[in-house]
T-cell receptor, first 112, second 116 residues
Framework: KQEVTQIPAALSVPEGENLVLNCSFT??????LQWFRQDPGKGLTSLLL?????REQTSGRLNASLDKSSGRSTLYIAASQPGDSATYLC???????????FGGGTRLMVKP | DTEVTQTPKHLVMGMTNKKSLKCEQH?????MYWYKQKAKKPPELMFV???????INESVPSRFSPECPNSSLLNLHLHALQPEDSALYLC???????????????FGPGTRLTVL
């Protein structure tokens, strides 16, 4: 059974810092990996999707990498802003279908 | 239209009530999902509909009854719920049903359910 782990569980940084969020998964047989953002009490917003054949994806200040063989992904946020404060979730889709398996999330606080 | 909508936004119900949650998308997606999310936990998959047919039921209690009347609508009927069922219920949709490259899931804003 696929297990997804995110480290750290919580992170507090001053505004302007570059930061890295980590995601690891136990079964490397995946179709793709997604990073989501969730604001308190709200739904999920898809940030980046990395296909299993890709190594990274970029969108603005966000860069996500994927190392399928080692079961790891990172989300890099450049020049963090208070508006980046949210919970960041990674999720993988396994080869068995389109079921998302989520990690526990990283709660990010960016202080002005 | 590139969004998934959910109604109501908030719902408070007693343990003897019957209520329904509604989800709608007009993106032509053929897979729709229900997730349950407790506070400070990741979403947990409940049901998957593929081409309006139930394809996955993650051992959800029968007091939750999903329905997919057409390709754009997904309902979750609630009956005799327990206080521990209080959670954020999220609906999602995706273009294809077989997963694979580029098949992202789009989430609605959720319904905050409180069972008294």
């Amino acid at each position: 059974k696929q297990e997804v782990t995110q480290i750290p569980a919580a992170l507090s940084v001053p505004e302007g810092e570059n930061l890295v969020l980590n995601c690891s998964f136990t079964d490397s047989a995946i179709y793709n990996l997604q990073w989501f953002r969730q604001d308190p009490g709200k739904g999920l917003t898809s940030l980046l999707l990395i296909q299993s054949s890709q190594r990274e994806q970029t969108s603005g200040r966000l860069n996500a990498s994927l190392d399928k063989s080692s079961g790891r992904s990172t989300l890099y946020i450049a020049a963090s802003q208070p508006g980046d404060s949210a919970t960041y979730l990674c999720a993988v889709v396994g080869n068995a279908g389109n079921m998302l398996t989520f990690g526990g999330g990283t709660r990010l606080m960016v202080k002005p | 239209d590139t969004e998934v909508t959910q109604t109501p936004k908030h719902l408070v119900m007693g343990m003897t009530n019957k209520k329904s949650l509604k989800c709608e998308q007009h993106m032509g997606h053929r897979a729709m999902y229900w997730y349950k999310q407790k506070a400070k936990k990741p979403p947990e998959l409940m049901f998957v509909y593929s081409y309006e047919k139930l394809s996955i039921n993650e051992s959800v209690p029968s007091r939750f009854s999903p329905e997919c009347p057409n390709s754009s609508l997904l309902n979750l009927h609630l009956h005799a719920l327990q206080p521990e069922d209080s959670a954020l219920y999220l609906c999602a949709s995706s273009p294809r049903t077989s997963g694979g490259a580029g098949d992202t899931q789009y989430f609605g804003p959720g319904t905050r359910l409180t069972v008294l």
